[in-house]
């Protein structure tokens, strides 16, 4: 069995599929825009000027945390077309935050007064970055959320946030998987919602704390690995080239942490992103209504909008 071949769908969604383009988030009016015209604010509301420029200096402080991060050989595909940053009113829409191919994210304009809201950009300013540099190629879902989740993360702590109740919750969930449910998800090529996230999240941490002893400069290996994928090499022989091992074999050693440590949360977290957090503090995972509102559904469609 191969564990990790991935021919699957990037993590997105499409903003009402019946919608007509008018509506779409990608079209509502231009609010206001960066000096140099790279990131376009729009918004189905009215904005305050001082808001919008707020926005604007938010997205951009963001987008340069995930690139520094990420460590891109050619950084040239992060600028090479406009940045969209749709902020919306709808109280209808679940999901907070959402990248909606290489060109677009959208925020609900109530969650960006969240501070978690920050974490947030960058999740998915990351998604925006690996969308643009994979070119239309494919990784794993959970390879995705999981680079993406670390990084946003590692943002909310760089500007003084401290940790709470989300990141107590995700380390529950991280604490809790067995090796049978984790190797459930991974082999789940269109793996969605929260526990991708979270085994995706456990899957980065692992590389960067345990395996081969440790990768320290996980997110730019990760980066010259999309890189590898993006000048036609499959997931797996980009895996291979990039760490020197397989991706069957790195399953199989991934799996034998987790079952080392099924028993033993403190082991599990330790030296990771969540070494520091409670997690008796947290249930094991937050409402569905809250997994709605942080993670959105993966959809074929996606692709077409990368092509």
Same mark, same amino acid.
């Not at 383009?21 to 001082?50: K, T, V, Y």
């Not at 996980?218 to 997931?235: H, V, W």
């Not at 403190?266 to 957090?277: D, I």
């Given at each position: 069995?191969?564990?990790?071949?991935?021919?699957?769908?990037?993590?997105?969604?499409?903003?009402?599929?019946?919608?007509?383009?008018?509506?779409?988030?990608?079209?509502?009016?231009?609010?206001?825009?960066?000096?140099?015209?790279?990131? @376009? /604010?729009?918004?189905? &509301?009215? +904005?305050?000027?001082? !808001?919008?420029? #707020?926005?604007?200096?938010?997205?951009?402080?963001?987008?340069?945390?995930?690139?520094?991060?990420?460590?891109?050989?050619?950084?040239?595909?992060?600028?090479?077309?406009?940045?969209?940053?749709?902020?919306?009113?709808?109280?209808?829409?679940?999901?907070?935050?959402?990248?909606?191919?290489?060109?677009?994210?959208?925020?609900?304009?109530?969650?960006?007064?969240?501070?978690?809201?920050?974490?947030?950009?960058?999740?998915?300013?990351? @998604? /925006?970055?690996?969308? &643009?540099? +994979?070119?239309?190629? !494919?990784?794993? #879902?959970?390879?995705?959320?999981?680079?993406?989740?670390?990084?946003?993360?590692?943002?909310?702590?760089?500007?003084?946030?401290?940790?709470?109740?989300?990141?107590?919750?995700?380390?529950?969930?991280?604490?809790?998987?067995?090796?049978?449910?984790?190797?459930?998800?991974?082999?789940?090529?269109?793996?969605?919602?929260?526990?991708?996230?979270?085994?995706?999240?456990?899957?980065?941490?692992?590389?960067?704390?345990?395996?081969?002893?440790? /990768?320290?400069?996980?997110?730019?290996?990760?980066?010259?690995?999309?890189?590898?994928?993006?000048?036609?090499?499959?997931?797996?022989?980009?895996?291979?080239?990039?760490?020197?091992?397989?991706?069957?074999?790195?399953?199989?050693?991934?799996?034998?942490?987790?079952?080392?440590?099924?028993?033993?949360?403190?082991?599990?977290?330790?030296?990771?992103?969540?070494?520091?957090?409670?997690?008796?503090?947290?249930?094991?995972?937050?409402?569905?209504?809250?997994?709605?509102?942080?993670?959105?559904?993966?959809?074929?469609?996606?692709?077409?909008?990368?092509?």
């Amino acid at each position: 069995m191969t564990r990790f071949r991935c021919v699957l769908p990037l993590l997105g969604l499409l903003y009402v599929a019946n919608a007509s383009s008018a509506e779409s988030p990608g079209n509502f009016p231009l609010r206001c825009q960066s000096d140099d015209g790279f990131l @376009h /604010i729009l918004s189905d &509301r009215d +904005l305050d000027p001082a !808001r919008c420029k #707020s926005h604007v200096a938010r997205v951009l402080k963001a987008y340069a945390f995930v690139t520094e991060r990420s460590g891109w050989k050619d950084r040239g595909p992060l600028t090479a077309q406009p940045l969209k940053f749709s902020v919306l009113g709808d109280p209808a829409l679940k999901v907070l935050g959402y990248a909606q191919g290489p060109n677009l994210m959208v925020m609900k304009d109530a969650y960006m007064d969240n501070p978690l809201s920050e974490g947030t950009l960058a999740h998915e300013l990351a @998604h /925006i970055q690996d969308f &643009r540099q +994979l070119k239309g190629k !494919r990784m794993p #879902s959970f390879m995705f959320e999981g680079r993406a989740l670390t990084i946003g993360q590692a943002y909310r702590v760089s500007i003084g946030q401290p940790l709470g109740d989300y990141d107590r919750q995700m380390a529950r969930s991280a604490a809790g998987f067995t090796p049978d449910g984790a190797l459930a998800l991974l082999e789940n090529y269109q793996g969605r919602g929260w526990d991708n996230q979270a085994v995706g999240t456990v899957v980065v941490e692992y590389m960067r704390t345990r395996w081969k002893g440790g /990768i320290a400069e996980i997110s730019t290996r990760l980066s010259r690995m999309i890189e590898r994928i993006a000048a036609g090499r499959e997931f797996d022989l980009a895996f291979q080239d990039e760490f020197g091992e397989s991706a069957e074999k790195f399953a199989d050693a991934f799996l034998g942490f987790l079952r080392a440590t099924q028993t033993d949360p403190k082991q599990r977290l330790a030296g990771t992103m969540w070494q520091s957090v409670d997690i008796s503090a947290a249930p094991a995972k937050p409402s569905q209504a809250s997994q709605d509102a942080y993670v959105g559904d993966v959809t074929d469609l996606v692709w077409e909008l990368l092509r």
